[in-house]
């Protein structure tokens, strides 16, 4: 009676513990995500953060659709070709990879976070994910020496199902803390559809 209860005990105590987290979704071929995200940007000389809160669309090895609603509405789009970003309909901003080559690694790590190909920014970062208690990961990705003027410094990923969390952190201070939620996984051209719906939408 007392081995059987030591035995229980056990596995009490160190079953739960040996079990492996969970790995992350990815995305597979034809697939693709859409949902939403939190945004808080951290400046120099400011004690709040600035807030903004919006929808993205992943259409891996295409574009990543990046659709700000609060506190004013604009779109973000990056492809193979670079960043565009418009207002009220109106192109602001346009960035193009072959000027501006260190933002086409920040397109492929949001990719392949986003999309769940952890594999290949483990490869980019020189570093595993980290398991955590709460059967979650996380990851650091610092960018190594290239020559290139990068838009930031480093980057801390926490990662549940999907990505959860994402820090950016540039080389003067700032950072951004980019939280996503209701993420869901549907083919390529429900995914571009609902884009385009949500560009419709705007007032």
């Known amino acids: 009676m007392k081995r059987l209860f030591c035995l229980l005990l056990l596995f009490l105590v160190s079953g739960p513990a040996g079990l492996a987290p969970a790995a992350p979704q990815t995305l597979k071929e034809g697939e693709a ?18 807030l903004s809160e919006g929808v993205f669309f992943l259409m891996p090895k295409s574009s990543l659709i990046w659709q700000t609603e609060t506190p004013f509405f604009s779109r973000m789009v990056i492809d193979d070709e670079g960043l565009s ?3 009220g309909g109106a192109e602001v901003t346009r960035l193009g990879f072959k000027q ?14 986003l999309g769940g190909n952890w594999q290949s920014l483990e490869e980019l970062a020189g570093a595993k994910l980290i398991p955590a208690a709460d059967g979650k990961f996380s990851l650091r990705f610092t960018p190594q020496a290239s020559g290139l003027n990068l838009p930031f410094a480093y980057l801390n990923f926490s990662i549940g199902d999907f990505l959860e969390m994402v820090e950016i952190v540039k080389s003067n201070g700032d950072r951004d803390v980019i939280s996503f939620s209701e993420q869901r996984i549907a083919p390529v051209e429900e995914v571009k559809a609902a884009a385009q719906s949500a560009r419709s939408a705007q007032p």
């Open 33 to 50: 995500l859409m949902g939403r995200f939190e945004q808080a940007r951290y400046l120099r000389g400011f004690e709040k953060p600035i």
């Open 85 to 87: 970003q418009s207002v």
């Open 100 to 113: 501006f080559p260190g933002f086409k690694l920040l397109r492929e790590t949001f990719e392949n976070s």
